[in-house]
């Protein structure tokens, strides 16, 4: 919704140009009749939750598009929900993977189905519940290579995971070939957090947990960064709200950008194998 949001309300250019959000919820517009989203689209906290959406889109993508220029020819989407990379796929080489809960995976090939929404020849999806099933499970009957170098993104996802699901996806990904990586988004602890930052977390919180789906896992920056390495990664990077707004706000005429916030967008990379 926030990133159909950005293509209907914001200003050119788009940080995320990604019409394919718009066509995809078609099935529900026509239920609902109308986009919640954009009646409360020019309100601070919507403009705000929605450039984290779109931000951290965009830096995925990024950091597949020089992992693809390195050579990488697979690319995993971790909890993919309703991310519509696959339909604006340019690279014609680039092999996608989808891995998703199969409720929500089921959800999307039924919205998808409704929209008149083909599936690309290049998309493969593999059905994982992350708490109960090995990733890689799914990947290896999709077709994956686990000896071909990978880009992986996981956004959205690690904060409703145990600790042992984060670990066990994580570990996966840290045995793959050299020159592999991942970009992930994870969420600071409470206790870590300024009273403002505090109750935008705790509304959200409330939000999703309320949907059944509550935020159960939180990390220090030292915190992750510990986990990169016990996991086999050996070089990382992580972006506050201001990194991220310096990279991809700056200069907007709209006022969109991130405010304050828990969340951190990261990357990591394996540049020795691990096997
Ligand atoms: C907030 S959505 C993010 C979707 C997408 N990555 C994005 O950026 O819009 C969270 C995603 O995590 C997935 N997810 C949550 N828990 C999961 C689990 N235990 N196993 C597999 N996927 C899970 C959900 O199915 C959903 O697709």
């Not at 929605?50 to 990488?72: H, K, N, T």
């Not at 929404?117 to 999806?125: E, K, S």
């Not at 793959?176 to 970009?183: H, I, L, N, Q, R």
Request: proline share 4%; with cysteine.
């Amino acid at each position: 919704m926030r990133r159909a949001a950005h293509q209907m309300v914001d200003e050119r250019p788009l940080v995320l140009d990604d019409p394919w959000a718009v066509k995809i919820l078609e099935p529900l517009l026509a239920v609902h009749g109308h986009n919640y989203e954009i009646k409360r689209s020019r309100h601070d906290v919507s403009k705000a939750f929605r450039s984290y959406l779109v931000g951290r889109s965009r830096y995925a993508e990024d950091a597949l598009r020089l992992a693809y220029r390195g050579g990488v020819r697979q690319y995993v989407v971790l909890g993919a929900g309703l991310d519509t990379f696959a339909l604006r796929n340019p690279f014609a080489d680039l092999r996608v993977y989808e891995v998703d809960h199969p409720a929500t995976q089921e959800w999307k090939r039924e919205l998808m189905d409704e929209a008149g929404i083909d599936a690309p020849g290049d998309l493969r999806f593999a059905a994982v519940d992350f708490e109960h099933q090995a990733p890689g499970e799914g990947l290896a009957r999709a077709g994956f290579d686990f000896e071909r170098r990978a880009f992986f993104s996981w956004l959205g996802v690690t904060m409703y995971l145990t600790p042992a699901g984060f670990r066990a996806t994580l570990g996966m990904i840290g045995r793959m070939a050299a020159g592999s990586a991942v970009s992930l988004d994870f969420s600071l602890p409470r206790r870590m957090l300024g009273s403002a930052e505090r109750m935008a977390l705790d509304r959200l919180a409330k939000r999703v947990e309320s949907a059944g789906e509550p935020f159960q896992l939180f990390f220090s920056e030292a915190e992750i960064a510990g986990e990169f390495e016990l996991a086999g990664f050996s070089r990382w990077e992580m972006l506050d709200g201001e990194a991220v707004n310096e990279r991809y706000f700056s200069g907007r005429g709209d006022g969109l950008k991130l405010v304050g916030g828990a969340a951190r967008l990261a990357t990591a990379w394996i540049e020795q194998s691990n096997c």
